[in-house]
């Protein structure tokens, strides 16, 4: 996704309340990491970013812990994705090298940004097969919490999925949807779907719930409370619902949409897709 990061003249500043915000070191990483973004042009190498021990820690240990729980909680169709695409459990992997391996696979390329991505820009890309990424990992004393994407998101979660060739068409058909959206409610509508499905999909998989979007299987507070009937609400998988719900990204999800399989997921989501435009949003909802 876009980033809440305001990045100017690769000077990044992060809210007050952000966990880096008063780490000096942490916060000329990020300007660093974001200058190598912002120097990046496509059709050039995708430029390597040194992370240093604490950042490679950072990742080794989410890794590792939601390694294991997608065995349990992901749907099937992601760790295809994840099997084939083999993350590193001991380093930051570069996202040059994802981006090889993720091509390979489904023809999509990860692409680095240096952070605020505006929203039609991020979900363009999409159409082209190209996902926009960030390359900065979260503060290290949180190493559960992000306030905004990270690598670890994008990579752990979006890049998981974009090594699934189903699922690489889903998010191609999600940009050529974004693409017909001419007005802001339109294109707002369509942000919602995109939200509550490959971001917080939820899909039944042998008679249990499973995590089907990036945010839930990249979030280790997401990934124990998605299914947690006392704290959060599974309702029935309504495109003209999703499209008009609010939902707050500071919080862990209370509402979320739970489809009755990943295959009627993904052919409902084409089918909305396949003729999104600024109509849709009033003709679904009647
Ligand atoms: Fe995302």
């Not at 089907?212 to 990934?223: D, M, P, Q, V």
């Amino acid at each position: 996704m876009s980033t809440v990061a305001d990045v100017t003249a690769f000077d990044v500043s992060l809210p007050a309340d952000h966990p880096g915000a008063h780490d000096p070191a942490y916060r000329a990483r990020r300007d660093t990491i974001a200058r190598v973004g912002a120097a990046y042009r496509r059709g050039d190498p995708i430029p390597d970013v040194e992370y240093t021990d604490e950042e490679h820690a950072v990742w080794a240990r989410v890794q590792a812990e939601l390694g294991a729980l997608h065995r349990t909680h992901a749907c099937r169709a992601y760790l295809r994705g994840s099997d084939a695409l083999v993350l590193p459990t001991d380093r930051v992997p570069q996202l040059r090298e994802v981006d090889e391996r993720v091509h390979a696979l489904t023809g999509f390329h990860i692409d680095p940004v240096p952070g605020l991505v505006d929203t039609r820009t991020f979900y363009g890309a999409l159409a082209e097969r190209r996902f926009l990424a960030t390359q900065y990992i979260r503060h290290h004393s949180v190493p559960h919490y992000t306030p905004e994407p990270d690598i670890i998101h994008e990579i752990i979660g979006h890049a998981n999925m974009l090594a699934d060739p189903e699922l690489a068409d889903l998010y191609e058909a999600a940009g050529h949807a974004s693409q017909r959206a001419r007005t802001p409610e339109a294109l707002e509508f369509f942000s919602r779907v995109f939200w509550f499905t490959l971001e917080f999909g939820v899909v039944t998989e042998d008679g249990w719930p499973r995590a089907f979007g990036a945010g839930i299987l990249s979030s280790f507070g997401e990934i124990h409370t998605y299914a947690d009937p006392l704290l959060v609400t599974h309702r029935p998988f309504d495109l003209a619902a999703m499209g008009s719900h609010d939902y707050d990204i500071t919080q862990y999800q209370p509402v979320l949409f739970r489809a009755d399989s990943t295959e009627r997921l993904l052919a409902d989501l084409h089918a909305f897709f396949a003729d999104f435009d600024d109509e849709t949003p009033e003709r679904i909802s009647r």
